[in-house]
């Protein structure tokens, strides 16, 4: 993984600095709150609905297990021991004091962290598929140009004030786990068809939240050395002509929605042709510097297949389960990518205490050459284990309820902290999420419905990216009560779709009952190995909207 | 503000400490962490008084988020906001019970 | 109060509704009137941050002074018109008009501004020396191409030419 060097480390460092003047500024008065709140927001510490709130940056996912132990210090030393792991790859701590933050911000510098833009109007903390590096279907490593912009975008001095907040996701394989299309700018890594030289495929104007939107290519082929510059002249037209009269439409995909793609293209384009790219772009040394961090490790030359591994699933059941449900395949033979499931039965869907925090570190340097990923499903990813160290590590995990064999599952559920944190809310969502995961807990039952995306939003800005949901659920108030709208439909792959309401909004005890008569519908008109989206997306909305609607005119003649 | 825009009585104010971020509650004695010394304002006077109070701490950068909370009392004379939004702030998350107010004052 | 990367400064330029008859020369006037007045010999405009660059060509040539309005800090608008404004090849001043605040101080200098020019009110609770102490911040920056300070990467490049 990527390490600083000399002027990484001095630029963290005199953000802490500048951070703690900030504070100190705050605090005597000569910055008011709102001067204040923009530049706490681009140095990740929000104000909830109970404390402070404190997101840090991993960028593109990626982390080593030393910086999980200094987050596990955090937790204890000054927060709760424990922390949240996020959709954006983030991390959150709960309970930090104003005061402790330049602290907090000086114990991450040490390991090479920061929160710099993981909240704010400007380019936040970007993201990228979750196996980058490691995946069978890959085209490239996508991080060595998610640092890159990582660098280009911290403390922009052109685009720190934007419109709104803007945000950038990059795949480097052919299917996309980094939902690049619900992104303001979404990078898909492919090559040209002539020369087979690499590029991007440029998205621009996704996004979830009030107006949800799939994004739309302006470019299908940009070589690879041109991406920064072609980024300048993006968020240069964005940063000019995005609305700023009204918070809601302010994000580019409204820009690029109101006048259209092709006049966006147009403009991007113009301003492009314009820039002095050579001026812009880093020479192709720094992109080689960069890109070598990210040189696949040493792996050993392993038999595809373990007979180790096949003993130890042949004798245990659970074990093999696991391994089917969470492992994935890597392009080491020999080797395979874990999911560590973060959504065990009736916990909080990315919560993770600092004692699982140490302890999972500890297997990161046993199994997985000490590097470890975060997934924007809130779990966390072992990437370089071998097949034959695949049992050791199961029941060391299952000794700090890590096991759970879940992805990608129905109880794989991404959640929002919802309103009990988030002063946004205007619902709770992890309750809702414990109570379908222990609705749905049977391991039997979570295997037979099969691959099924469960998402929870506890407002309409959709951080639990409902609307990408196989199920979404978005919590709303209605009338003084917590009111929950279910969709269905939504696809957060490379078929990328927004779900659809299908119905009334129903109290939050009665979702777990909706959940089932909708999978009861897919179980009934599945064909074989079907999976739950393919279903819905051949017999259409109608079977379910009627069996929501029966339900939920059986809730009122109950009620009545 | 108006009395208008303020919330139906009886009310209490709540805020969050601008060093610690927690939530405190404007009481006879300045501010409380403990919701049950909240005062509570039972008319437009002393709705005014407390939102005033408010106004002046939140000029002197004590507190930030200063919100004035219709609330109903329970048995004990305690008062408990009525919208649930208000109720978890005063408690803590109802997912971690060991967390926020409710871990040391008691849930309301 | 009106401040450069130095520190605090006169200001020679004046509004027209400050003092009517005033030379040419030192006359700053408001976009709104510019445009509508053939007759305009000021050498000095302010100009909304909404302003298309291609309407400003025009009159790149005559200006010895455009300041550009910021409504509120967080309106970044001006920071873009300030790109390309100086890529247009204007030499002349460029000031920055509004409630900023020192933290973006180092962001204007680097976008093209020289100056900026913040209501008393402002300069009140931060006066020059914050304004300073805030641009250097950080001793380098990521960026490449913009105006001032000490690029990282090129940085790193002379070291890589260096070895």
């Not at chain 1, 001026?279 to 297949?305: C, G």
């Amino acid at each position: 993984m990527y390490r600083y060097d000399e002027f990484d480390e001095r630029f963290v460092r005199e953000r802490v600095e500048q951070f703690r003047d900030e504070v100190a500024r705050r605090l005597d008065g000569s910055l008011t709150e709102d001067e204040f709140r923009p530049l706490r927001l681009k140095n990740g510490l929000y104000l909830q609905l109970h404390a402070y709130m404190l997101r840090i940056a991993i960028p593109y996912g990626t982390l080593s297990s030393r910086q999980l132990r200094q987050l596990a210090l955090i937790a204890d030393r000054y927060d709760r021991g424990y922390g949240h792991f996020t959709t954006r790859q983030n991390i959150q701590f709960n309970w930090p004091k104003l005061r402790d933050a330049p602290d907090i911000l000086g114990l991450l510098a040490d390991v090479e962290m920061h929160c710099i833009q993981t909240s704010g109007n400007c380019i936040r903390n970007v993201t990228a598929d979750h196996f980058a590096g490691v995946a069978a279907d890959e085209i490239d490593d996508p991080r060595p140009v998610c640092e890159l912009i990582r660098q280009w975008s911290s403390a922009h001095p052109e685009f720190s004030y934007l419109p709104r907040k803007f945000k950038i996701a990059v795949t480097g394989a052919l299917h996309d786990r980094a939902v690049v299309k619900a992104h303001d700018i979404g990078l898909r890594m492919v090559r040209d068809r002539e020369t087979s030289a690499k590029g991007f495929e440029v998205i621009v104007g996704g996004g979830l939240g009030r107006t949800p939107f799939v994004g739309k290519v302006i470019r299908d082929f940009l070589p690879e050395d041109e991406l920064l510059a072609y980024l300048e002249a993006i968020m240069r037209v964005y940063n000019l002509e995005g609305r700023r009269d009204n918070k809601y439409k302010a994000r580019v995909k409204i820009l690029v929605h109101e006048i259209g793609v092709e006049a966006f293209r147009e403009k991007v384009e113009a301003e492009y042709a314009r820039l002095d790219v050579a001026s812009i772009n880093p020479d192709p040394a720094e992109v080689e510097r960069i890109a070598a961090y990210f040189a696949p490790p040493a792996y050993e030359k392993l038999p595809a297949q373990s007979t180790a591994l096949d003993a130890a699933m042949k004798l245990n059941p659970a074990f093999a389960e696991w391994v089917e449900i969470n492992g994935f395949e890597h392009k080491a033979p020999g080797y395979v990518a874990v999911t560590v499931s973060l959504k065990g039965i009736g916990e909080v869907p990315g919560d993770m205490t600092s004692d699982q925090m140490r302890h999972f570190a500890d297997l990161t340097d046993r199994f997985s050459l000490g590097e470890l990923r975060v997934s924007h499903n809130q779990n966390l990813i072992l990437p370089d284990v071998k097949k034959k160290d695949l049992f050791p590590l199961w029941q060391e995990l299952g000794k700090f309820g890590l096991a759970t064999a879940n992805v990608g599952l129905i109880t794989d559920i991404i959640a929002c902290p919802g309103l009990d944190y988030c002063s946004l809310a205007t619902a709770r969502s992890i309750p809702i999420a414990q109570a379908i995961a222990t609705r749905f807990a049977d391991p039997v039952r979570q295997r037979d419905i099969g691959p099924l995306n469960l998402n929870i939003s506890g407002c309409i800005n959709a951080c639990g990216h409902h609307h990408v949901g196989h199920i979404g659920i978005l919590g709303l108030e209605k009338r003084g009560q917590e009111s929950y709208q279910i969709t269905l439909g939504g696809d957060s792959s490379e078929d990328a779709a927004i779900g659809d309401v299908i119905g009334p909004g129903l109290t939050g005890d009665a979702v777990p009952g909706a959940i089932e008569r909708l999978v009861a519908i897919y179980l009934q008109e599945r064909r074989e190995g079907e999976p739950f989206i393919a279903t819905v997306k051949r017999i259409g909305q109608a079977p379910f909207k009627a069996a929501f609607q029966h339900y939920v005119e059986g809730l009122r003649d109950h009620a009545a | 503000m108006s009395a208008a825009k303020r919330p139906p009585l009886p009310v209490i104010l709540l805020a969050n400490d601008l060093l610690d971020g927690e939530v405190v509650f404007r009481s006879d004695k300045g501010w409380s962490r403990d919701p049950g010394e909240a005062l509570i304002a039972f008319d437009d006077e002393a709705a005014v008084a407390l939102e005033q109070a408010g106004q002046r701490a939140y000029a002197n950068n004590e507190v930030v988020e200063v919100a004035l909370v219709d609330v109903s009392l329970t048995g004990d004379g305690k008062p408990v906001p009525n919208h649930f939004r208000e109720r978890f702030k005063v408690n803590g998350p109802t997912v971690r019970l060991d967390l926020g107010k409710q871990a040391v004052y008691g849930r309301r | 109060m009106l401040l450069d990367a130095r520190g605090a400064k006169d200001d020679v330029w004046i509004k027209p509704d400050q003092v009517p008859q005033v030379q040419a020369s030192h006359r700053l006037v408001l976009w709104e009137d510019w445009a509508g007045d053939s007759e305009v010999q000021a050498r000095g405009v302010e100009i909304p941050n909404t302003l298309k660059i291609g309407d400003l060509l025009p009159i790149l040539g005559q200006v010895e002074l455009i300041a550009i309005r910021f409504g509120a800090f967080t309106d970044g608008r001006g920071f873009s018109l300030a790109r390309l404004i100086r890529a247009q090849g204007y030499k002349g001043t460029l000031r920055a008009t509004g409630p900023l605040i020192p933290d973006q101080f180092a962001y204007a200098l680097r976008c093209g501004f020289d100056e900026v020019e913040v209501p008393d009110a402002n300069a009140n609770r931060q006066p020059p020396d914050v304004w300073l102490r805030a641009a250097r911040s950080f001793s380098a920056n990521y960026q490449r191409g913009y105006a001032t300070g000490v690029n990282i990467l090129d940085q790193r490049r002379l070291a890589r030419a260096g070895r």
